[in-house]
């Protein structure tokens, strides 16, 4: 059974720094991996997509890294903006299977 | 604007009626989804559908039943709401005809089971 984490539970930084979000996966033969962001009280945004085949995919100031064989994601924030604060989920679907999301870190940049 | 649309927002059920969280999609998606979110829980599939005409049990579908008699209307009922069932629910879907494409996820419905 796939089981997905997320480290840290929290961050909080400085507006301006670059930061980096962790994923971690248990079965390594996933189909595809997807990044959400959610704000408090809303529903999850879709960020990045990246399939197995796939190293990494880029979205503007976001850059999502898949490394299947160690079962990990990272999210790399640049230059992070108090706009950015919202708790980051990343889900992982594995094939003929459902997604399985992580409990998500929550991300505060402080102006 | 291209999406899915959830209502009721928001619901106080009294324990043991029965409620139908509704969920249309415009994008013609063939797969869709119902998703609880608790805290400390996180995100849990309570039931899916691949195409309309199938549905299929998630990781907590005691208590909820789902139809899909079209590709745009995923409905979930609670039969007889139980306090448990307190959470946010969340409608999603994705277009898996040619593989697995991302989740698009409803803005959710708040509920709260009296």
């Known amino acids: 059974k796939q089981e997905v984490t997320q480290i840290p539970a929290a961050l909080s930084v400085p507006e301006g720094e670059n930061l980096v979000l962790n994923c971690s996966f248990t079965?390594?033969?996933?189909?595809?991996l997807q990044w959400f962001r959610q704000d408090p009280g809303k529903g999850l945004t879709s960020l990045l997509l990246?399939?197995?085949?796939?190293r990494e995919q880029t979205s503007g100031r976001l850059n999502a890294s898949l490394d299947k064989s160690s079962g990990r994601s990272t999210l790399y924030i640049a230059a992070s903006q108090p706009g950015d604060s919202a708790t980051y989920l990343c889900?992982?679907?594995?094939?003929?299977?459902?997604?399985?999301f992580g409990p998500g870190t929550r991300l505060s940049v402080l102006p | 604007i291209a999406g899915i649309t959830q209502a009721p927002t928001s619901q106080i059920l009294a324990a043991g009626r029965r409620m139908t969280l509704r969920c249309t999609q415009d994008?013609?998606?063939?797969?869709m989804y119902w998703y609880r979110q608790d805290l400390g829980l996180g995100l849990r599939l309570i039931h899916y559908?691949?195409?309309?005409?199938?549905?299929g049990k998630g990781e907590v579908p005691d208590g909820y039943s789902v139809s899909r008699a079209n590709t745009d209307d995923f409905p979930l009922t609670l039969a007889s709401a139980v306090p448990s069932q307190t959470s946010v629910y969340f409608c999603?879907?994705?277009?898996?005809?040619?593989?697995?494409?991302?989740?698009?996820f409803g803005n959710g419905t708040r509920l709260t089971v009296t």
């Open positions: 994008m013609r998606h063939n797969a």
């Open positions: 990246i399939q197995s085949s796939q």
């Open positions: 079965d390594s033969a996933i189909y595809n």
């Open positions: 999603a879907s994705s277009d898996s005809t040619g593989g697995y494409g991302p989740l698009h």
């Open positions: 559908s691949n195409t309309a005409g199938t549905t």
């Open positions: 889900a992982v679907r594995n094939y003929g299977q459902n997604f399985v």
